[in-house]
């Protein structure tokens, strides 16, 4: 089992039960008894954690008013199921995500109404059309906390990790200037303070070192060389699906999308070789905001996997939810990251220019190392003839 989400509630005939899990289906009902059997053990509201067997439980428990409840209260308790151990930096991010989840539950006075759909033919019209609409918002909000857990929660990509560092222009500056060569420590923070004025040099040394970008040499007692370990880089290339299409023959939907695809991505890459390295590096630079930034990210590795509907994205998320995913996508699209094209009255989101990040040894550094030598190939032996 995946990581999964649940609300539980305490229903007045059967106790503590798990209201609703998402994704549909990844909570076994075992397991559901066991999450809702928990409610049972808390004594005031609040969050706490708890583990069986592999299984790693985050819970936050509390009550909301009702007007159809016994004392005129819903008991509640959201979790957060994860099938591995989990760090204290998890649960803090954890605990933020969960208490938002209640505030959001407490700003709608009718949500208790959600809570009663199983009996919704005891109810009148007008009280069943709010249970009705009531559920699926709390359903929404539901599968919002799980995209929202695995966005806070999941381990960063080697690729995250390295944008995160580069996307500040300070620290990607600096590895550029030193990507021409050594420099004296000295040297690097003259340039370095005149350039940042209002940062702290040893903070950039710090982290450099820390990450192991660079290397400091002391030659002497005095002077000391700052060099480059390993250059970052980040690039443009064509989607796996245009590359997949040039050996295979895909299905009969995707080779059409792909053929609307793949004159825009064949102008792309011919003009992108047309650009200068000043505009190379500015576009490096943007390529690492993309992919350190966690929404935009996620469009990108969604993109990745396959295409995407446009016209089915506000049945799967919330109005929040799909601004902020529209505002992704808007300037992806801005950056020639993503296109969009349209099939048989239907809208998609495909991948135009896939993104790769590579680190390798620094270039000033190669062209010192010594030539490979051609390899000597012996002539034939001939014996002589007696």
């Known amino acids: 089992m995946k990581t999964a989400v649940a609300i539980s509630y305490f229903h007045r005939k059967i106790g503590p039960m798990v209201f609703y899990s998402y994704p549909e289906g990844n909570l ?9 059997s928990i409610m049972d053990q808390t004594v005031s509201e609040g969050f706490f954690t708890h583990s069986f067997e592999n299984k790693n439980s985050m819970n ?23 099938n591995h151990q989990t760090s204290p930096e998890i649960e803090q991010n954890v605990l933020v995500l969960c208490s938002e989840f209640f505030e959001k539950l407490q700003s709608n006075e009718e949500i208790y109404t959600a809570f009663y759909i ?33 966005e806070e929660t999941r381990e960063k990509s080697e690729e995250e990790k390295i944008a995160l560092l580069l996307n500040k222009r300070p620290i990607f500056l600096t590895l550029k200037k030193l990507s021409k060569g050594p420099i004296t420590e000295e040297g690097l923070k003259e340039w370095y303070n005149k350039t940042f004025p209002d ?29 480059l370990l390993k250059e970052v880089n980040a690039e443009r290339i064509p989607p796996d699906s245009v590359i997949e299409y040039i050996d295979e023959t895909p299905e009969q939907v995707e080779r059409e999308l792909i053929d609307l695809l793949l004159p825009k991505v064949q102008e792309y890459f011919s003009q992108y070789e047309k650009k200068t390295k000043n505009e190379l590096e500015e576009d490096t630079y943007t390529l690492f905001q993309i992919v350190s930034d ?14 995407i509907s446009r016209d089915k994205l506000p049945k799967l998320v919330s109005k929040r939810t799909l601004d902020h995913l529209n505002s992704s996508l808007e300037f992806l699209k801005t950056y020639d990251v993503i296109e969009e094209l349209k099939y048989k009255n239907e809208r998609y989101i495909v991948l135009k220019t896939n993104i790769q990040i590579t680190t ?15 390899p000597v190939v012996a002539k034939k032996f001939i014996p002589k003839k007696e």
Do not use: C
């Open 360 to 374: 390798a040894f620094p270039e000033y550094l190669r062209k010192l190392l010594p030539k490979e030598s051609k």
């Open 118 to 150: 199983n009996d919704i033919n005891n109810f009148e019209e007008d009280d069943k059309e709010l249970i009705y609409k009531n559920n699926s918002l709390i359903k929404l909000w539901l599968k919002e906390l799980y995209w929202a857990t695995l």
């Open 28 to 36: 076994e009902n075992k397991l559901a008894i066991r999450i809702a």
């Open 294 to 307: 966690p929404k935009k990210y996620n469009v990108l590795s969604e993109l990745r996997n396959g295409l």
């Open 199 to 227: 940062l702290n040099f040893r903070e950039l040394i710090g982290t450099l070192e820390e990450k192991q970008f660079i290397f400091i040499n002391q030659i002497g007692r005095v002077e000391k060389y700052v060099l």
């Open 60 to 82: 936050y428990y509390f009550e909301i008013h009702s007007d159809w409840a016994r004392g005129n209260k819903e008991m509640l308790m959201v979790s957060i199921i994860f």
